[in-house]
């Protein structure tokens, strides 16, 4: 029987603010599976009863380290423990920071193809209990063999070999990124754009007793360029990157809600966008960082469209640099306002698996101040070189769900 692919829409999605990682941070004595529970509780109580329960076709959660409190398949046993039907099944995903983003485009690639009508995606990473790389043992004949540079291993290392491909991108650009960042981020608070998306967490310290995270713990308001310069560089002497053009070292959590448009019809779910298309591909793992320019590439190409037709850009932070290669190859002015509106992982922080959905809560929430905007992308880079786009619509746009507006204009 032939199949016909169908929509598939962003209903809704939320993460928990997120924390410095580490003893002092607020979730060091707080599992990480129970802040993926809080994400899909509070996903499941902001809409009944038009979501039931019963109807979600899976869970996908993506963690980088799956062992210990991110362990045991932790799609399952987070539906499980949140409370969803013992016959809502789950699973585990990974591909290091874009983990949130295949579960996004794995189980939508599900419903698209017709296997289930509703879908949970969304990842985890506490640093504080999984610093990155711990427990790793990479085959020796990826450095034997010279598959690729050692530095290919260190992020911060590829983000320093970014800065080297690219001389004119300086460390000062990197800074004035850096502080942008910073200063969005506190606008959009202010303006109250961050918090109707976060679920507040219950957290407990042995030495401070029972807390309630209802912010994020990483933001540093007021940053200026002038200290920016005088913070020592963290991966070579004399180098670019520090903690202040870096994101940090995070713990968190996101989730969100996907429908095939006809679910989300029926069930009376208005939709916040409509996947158009995405891509992910492959770059030299020693200048990850590169890797959203060639996914975008792919991800354009799939929809039809091109750079000039997409209006706001939530490109991940992982290092300043990247972004700025990002947007230097796409003719994208450092400090262009279609980019990153409400700051990004440089201020907010950057739980590796769980930013994807963040990326995609932003741009839901931009582009219902943005109606006309039409299309919009969530890009990021990944470790051992590659890179993840997605391109969405925005529903509130006059022309949703018809043509793209290229095609419009070729005929
Ligand atoms: C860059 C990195 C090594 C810094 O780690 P760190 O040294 O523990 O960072 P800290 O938060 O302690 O900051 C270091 C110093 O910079 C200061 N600092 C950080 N951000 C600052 C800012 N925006 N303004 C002013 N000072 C700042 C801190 O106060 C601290 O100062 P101190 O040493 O006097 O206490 C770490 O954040 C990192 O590895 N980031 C990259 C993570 C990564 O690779 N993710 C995956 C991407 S693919």
Not at 105 to 126: C, K, P, Q, R, S
Not at 178 to 198: F, R, T
Request: proline share 7%; charged share 20%.
């Amino acid at each position: 029987m032939p199949r016909q692919l169908r929509d598939v829409v962003f209903v809704d999605g939320v993460r928990t603010p997120f924390g410095k990682a580490g003893p002092k941070g607020m979730y060091h004595e707080t599992r990480a599976d129970d802040l993926v529970i809080k994400c899909i509780r509070e996903l499941v109580r902001r809409h009944p009863p038009s979501l039931p329960p019963e109807r979600i076709g899976d869970v996908a959660i993506a963690a980088t380290t799956q062992t210990g409190d991110q362990g045991l398949t932790i799609g399952r046993t987070a539906a499980l423990l949140a409370g969803l039907p013992r016959s809502v099944p789950g699973y585990a995903i990974d591909r290091m920071c874009a983990g949130a983003m295949t579960a996004v485009t794995t189980t939508a690639a599900g419903i698209a193809f017709g296997a289930y009508d509703v879908a949970l995606a969304g990842g985890v990473e506490h640093m504080g209990h999984h610093p990155m790389g711990d427990g790793v043992d990479p085959n020796p004949r990826i450095i034997a063999e010279k598959l690729v540079d050692p530095s290919a291993l260190v992020m911060g290392q590829t983000a320093e070999n970014l800065h080297d491909r690219f001389p004119h991108l300086t460390k000062e650009r990197s800074d004035a990124y850096a502080a942008a960042s910073q200063a969005k981020y506190a606008k959009a608070v202010a303006d109250g754009k961050i918090q109707p998306d976060l679920v507040p967490v219950a957290t407990r310290s042995s030495e401070n007793g029972w807390g309630l995270a209802i912010a994020d713990e990483p933001p540093r308001p007021g940053t200026t360029v002038e200290k920016l310069a005088e913070l020592k560089t963290s991966f070579r002497p004399h180098g670019n990157i520090t903690a202040g053009n870096a994101a940090g070292l995070n713990d968190g959590a996101t989730a969100c809600l996907l429908a095939s448009a006809e679910a989300a019809e029926e069930l009376g779910l208005t939709p916040k966008m409509r996947l158009v298309s995405y891509a992910f591909a492959g770059v030299e793992p020693e200048f990850m960082g590169i890797g959203p320019v060639p996914s975008t590439e792919k991800a354009l190409a799939g929809a039809g469209l091109s750079i000039d037709d997409i209006g706001l850009i939530e490109i991940n932070e992982a290092f300043a640099v990247q972004v700025l290669a990002f947007l230097d190859h796409f003719g994208i002015a450092d400090d262009d306002p279609r980019v990153n509106p409400f700051g990004g992982a440089i201020a907010v922080g950057h739980p590796l698996a769980s930013s994807g959905v963040r990326l995609m809560v932003q741009l839901a929430r931009s582009f219902a101040d943005h109606p006309e905007v039409r299309y919009g992308i969530t890009t990021m880079c990944v470790g051992l070189g590659m890179g993840g786009t997605v391109v969405w619509e925005n529903p509130n746009h006059a022309d949703y769900n018809s043509e793209p507006a290229t095609e419009e204009v070729a005929a």
